[in-house]
């Protein structure tokens, strides 16, 4: 059975940092064929891929609104990935689920936002103005 398990939300003030952790059991985010990622929903709205890893060759994706901002990472010897968040901004206020997949290329879950299998149960971030 795959489980991941986010950690590290919380309040933050806008122009502030913070760091998310996903540890994941069942699967090794460094196998070839899986993408690791963050996505964020906010109530109301659609969920949305912030940032994709690949587990073959670590090559790092994003969506445009975090270029710059957020990095996606990974600790392949405590099978962790990390999205360090910068420069927060009110609007990045939103539940942010960890989720991995297999086959699918971490470029079509950031443009196309499907292709994970599994999913955390999120943490919420919340940035205060």
């Known amino acids: 059975e795959v489980q991941l398990v986010e950690s590290g939300g919380g309040l933050v003030q806008a122009g502030g940092s913070l760091r998310l952790s996903c540890t994941a059991s069942g699967i090794r985010f460094d196998d070839y064929d899986v993408a690791v990622g963050w996505f964020r929903q906010a109530p109301g709205k659609e969920r949305e891929a912030v940032s994709c890893?690949?587990?073959?060759?670590?090559?790092?994706y994003y969506t445009d609104s975090v270029k710059g901002r957020f990095t996606i990472s990974s600790d392949n010897a405590k099978n962790t990935v990390y999205l360090q968040m910068d420069s927060k901004k009110h609007e990045d206020t939103d539940v942010y689920f960890c989720?991995?997949?297999?086959?699918?290329?971490?470029?079509?879950?950031?443009?196309?936002?499907?292709?994970?299998?599994?999913w955390g149960k999120g943490t919420l971030v919340t940035v205060s103005s």
């Open positions: 989720a991995a997949g297999r086959e699918v290329h971490p470029l079509v879950v950031i443009k196309e936002g499907y292709g994970m299998d599994y």
């Open positions: 890893l690949s587990g073959n060759d670590g090559t790092t």
